[in-house]
């Protein structure tokens, strides 16, 4: 499987400030993705980076808000400015892998947890 | 609307009894199907999958899930539920949105298993 590592893993910030997030994947891959989770509920999709490309934004998420670079195929970064308490969440790295048994498979970073006071 | 049910918050089941974690869904086309586990404070672990097939599928840890077209369900089920399984359980499906295929998550459902 790929192996994803997330940083920061967590932080506290302060209304106003960004905050960029790192993802760093052991493996070359063509297709990343970042993900929410707010407190008590379920993933949702923010949006699909693929290096060369433009992130590709889901509804409810625009680009001034979680700038995304994709510099190389094994590295990303999701930026949340200007944030509010309302953007307290885990956010979480994604990449499409085959696996060992031949398959494309969705793996997930361990998620970065941010507060927002 | 394609999207993703479970309509359980949260599982209690005693250890070595068996389990089932629900999961409906609502999509156009043969559905490509999946669960993962979120344990504390780590991020989601693959399950398992449907693609086609064999409708009962194997999974890690001791998992299986079975697929029903009639029903358009995919629960999650183990013979004989570890205190370890307790955890939130997501059951998600892919989808083909804007040229790429997408995960829809389904609200999660949290796993108690009572020693």
């Known amino acids: 499987s790929a192996v994803i590592s997330q940083k920061p893993s967590r932080d506290i910030c302060q209304r106003g400030t960004s905050l960029t997030i790192q993802c760093q994947v052991d493996?070359?891959?063509?297709?990343m993705f970042w993900y929410r989770q707010q407190p008590g509920q379920s993933l949702t999709l923010i949006a699909t980076a693929n290096q060369g490309s433009e992130a590709t934004y889901e509804s409810g998420f625009v680009i001034d808000k979680f700038p995304i670079s994709r510099p190389n195929l094994t590295f990303s970064t999701l930026t949340v400015s200007n944030m509010s308490p309302e953007d307290s969440s885990i956010y979480l790295c994604s990449v499409v892998y085959r696996s060992s048994g031949g398959n494309n498979e969705q793996f997930f970073g361990p998620g970065t947890r941010l507060t927002v006071l | 609307a394609q999207s993703v049910a479970q309509p359980e918050d949260q599982v209690n089941v005693a250890e070595g009894n068996p389990l089932t974690v629900k999961c409906t869904y609502s999509v156009s086309g043969n559905p490509y199907l999946f669960w993962y586990v979120q344990y504390p404070n780590r991020g989601l672990q693959f399950l398992l999958k449907?693609?086609?097939?064999?409708?009962l599928v194997k999974g890690s840890y001791g998992f299986e899930a079975e697929f029903n077209k009639s029903q358009t369900s995919f629960h999650l089920k183990k013979p004989s539920a570890l205190v370890s399984d307790s955890a939130l359980y997501f059951c998600a499906v892919r989808v083909l949105s804007g040229g790429y295929n997408k995960l829809i998550f389904g609200a999660g459902t949290r796993l108690a298993v009572h020693p």
């Open positions: 449907y693609i086609t097939g064999d409708n």
């Open positions: 493996s070359q891959v063509t297709m």
